[in-house]
């Protein structure tokens, strides 16, 4: 049993997963954390790099919010996205497109760029890459605003007894060790990426806020639904192969069909101030 076009947790993200997600992503997304962002921009055409853009739904959902004439420099490993991120920002916006490894941004590369910007990337990367990620724009003094991490809190109702067992085993799913050759080892953060990124932020001096960001998924949402689903007992019994979700599933896809289930996927967002960026306001 697979999920159909990405498993939940996983780098590899089609571009009809993206534009399923999109909509929930955009109602999830906390724009309290944009409006503590904005009296910190500069009075100056802005400058956006958005980390893993996937096909631009960062973009298309934060352009709007954000004042003044942006630029926006999109980065992510395949080229066939980044055409479409590129493609698909709101008129007016000027865009570029960085292809390659972008764990590898430091102070220097981010200098001039107004705010970093990225959404279900945290839980992909490891604790020294979110640590160098922080040091890079701490040193720039550059905002970072950091969307739709997952944090490991599944609810769906009815609730079934099987849950807490697939819920844990997705976790550690999340968690393992992963790649091959030079990224052998690479231990992803999964659900303890937003409480580690803070931390790594603090650590460099940054002031945080974190806000809570939950899909809630209903019969308006039944194929995300479907797919997150299908997704998520997946990459649980992936983890622990004595599972078996064949009669969960079905139980769940019926109820799904029926309009009776309901499913709340906490996921958090970060911003992210360096001590010069930081808000009076706030402690």
């Given at each position: 049993m697979t999920a159909r076009w990405s498993t939940p947790g996983s780098p590899v993200c089609t571009p009809d997963w993206l534009a399923l997600r999109e909509?929930?992503?955009?109602?999830?997304?906390?724009?309290?954390?944009?409006?503590?962002?904005?009296?910190?921009?500069?009075?100056?055409?802005?400058?956006v790099r958005d980390l893993g853009c996937g096909t631009g739904s960062m973009g298309r959902w934060l352009v709007p919010l954000l004042p003044r004439r942006q630029h926006w420099v999109l980065h992510d490993r395949d080229t066939?996205?980044?055409e479409r991120a590129a493609a698909g920002l709101p008129p007016g916006v000027t865009a570029e497109t960085r292809a390659g490894d972008l764990t590898d941004l430091?102070?220097?590369?981010?200098?001039?760029t107004s705010l970093v910007t990225a959404s279900a990337?945290?839980?992909?990367?490891?604790?020294?890459?979110?640590?160098?990620?922080?040091?890079?724009?701490?040193?720039?003094?550059?905002?970072a605003l950091l969307t739709m991490s997952v944090v490991g809190s599944v609810s769906l109702s009815p609730a079934d007894p099987?849950?807490?067992?697939?819920?844990?085993?997705?976790?550690?799913?999340?968690?393992?060790?992963?790649?091959?050759?030079?990224a052998a080892g690479r231990r992803l953060l999964g659900p303890d990426a937003v409480a580690v990124t803070a931390d790594a932020f603090r650590r460099h001096g940054a002031h945080v806020v974190t806000a809570s960001s939950p899909w809630r998924l209903g019969p308006a949402e039944a194929e995300l639904a479907?797919?997150?689903?299908?997704?998520?007992?997946?990459?649980?019994?992936e983890q622990r192969p004595e599972l078996d979700a064949t009669s969960c599933?079905?139980?769940?896809?019926?109820?799904?069909a029926s309009g009776d289930l309901g499913i709340v996927v906490g996921h958090a967002d970060l911003l992210a101030l360096p001590s010069a960026a930081r808000p009076g306001s706030l402690s």
């Amino acid at each position: 049993m697979t999920a159909r076009w990405s498993t939940p947790g996983s780098p590899v993200c089609t571009p009809d997963w993206l534009a399923l997600r999109e909509p929930a992503d955009a109602a999830a997304r906390a724009p309290e954390l944009v409006e503590l962002l904005l009296s910190r921009l500069p009075d100056r055409p802005l400058v956006v790099r958005d980390l893993g853009c996937g096909t631009g739904s960062m973009g298309r959902w934060l352009v709007p919010l954000l004042p003044r004439r942006q630029h926006w420099v999109l980065h992510d490993r395949d080229t066939a996205l980044l055409e479409r991120a590129a493609a698909g920002l709101p008129p007016g916006v000027t865009a570029e497109t960085r292809a390659g490894d972008l764990t590898d941004l430091d102070a220097t590369r981010l200098a001039g760029t107004s705010l970093v910007t990225a959404s279900a990337l945290l839980d992909l990367l490891t604790a020294h890459e979110v640590d160098a990620l922080a040091a890079a724009c701490t040193a720039a003094g550059c905002p970072a605003l950091l969307t739709m991490s997952v944090v490991g809190s599944v609810s769906l109702s009815p609730a079934d007894p099987l849950d807490a067992e697939f819920a844990a085993a997705f976790d550690a799913h999340q968690r393992r060790a992963r790649g091959g050759g030079a990224a052998a080892g690479r231990r992803l953060l999964g659900p303890d990426a937003v409480a580690v990124t803070a931390d790594a932020f603090r650590r460099h001096g940054a002031h945080v806020v974190t806000a809570s960001s939950p899909w809630r998924l209903g019969p308006a949402e039944a194929e995300l639904a479907e797919e997150w689903l299908r997704g998520w007992l997946a990459a649980a019994c992936e983890q622990r192969p004595e599972l078996d979700a064949t009669s969960c599933l079905r139980r769940r896809l019926d109820a799904l069909a029926s309009g009776d289930l309901g499913i709340v996927v906490g996921h958090a967002d970060l911003l992210a101030l360096p001590s010069a960026a930081r808000p009076g306001s706030l402690s």
